[in-house]
């Protein structure tokens, strides 16, 4: 059990426990919405990795699907950074 401090938002990896830093990196553009091929293309991985990597996130995260990961981490107090796409003009 991790210690928060009230209205102090945190980083997905330093709530999650165990996820590596491609998990949370995965699991945080998927909670912002990014489709699976989406984020596949943004982080130069195949669709198949990344399903896998969302697939250990949302376990590590105790849900079973994107929607009760939104609830979690805002639970949590976790905080998705922005991140600029590559591919958005």
Known sequence: QRSQ???VPRPLAAVVDGLTVQQ???????LKGMRC????????????????E????????GVAD????????AR????????PL???R
């Open 66 to 73: 994107r929607t009760d990961a939104v609830y979690a981490t």
């Open 76 to 83: 949590l107090g976790v905080t998705v950074p922005a991140r």
């Open 86 to 88: 590559a591919h958005a």
């Open 54 to 61: 969302l697939a250990i996130g949302l376990r590590a995260l």
């Open 5 to 7: 401090t009230p209205g």
């Open 24 to 30: 949370a990196e995965v699991l945080g553009l998927a």
């Open 37 to 52: 091929a989406t984020i596949a293309s943004e982080l130069d991985l195949p669709e198949s990795v990344v399903a896998s």
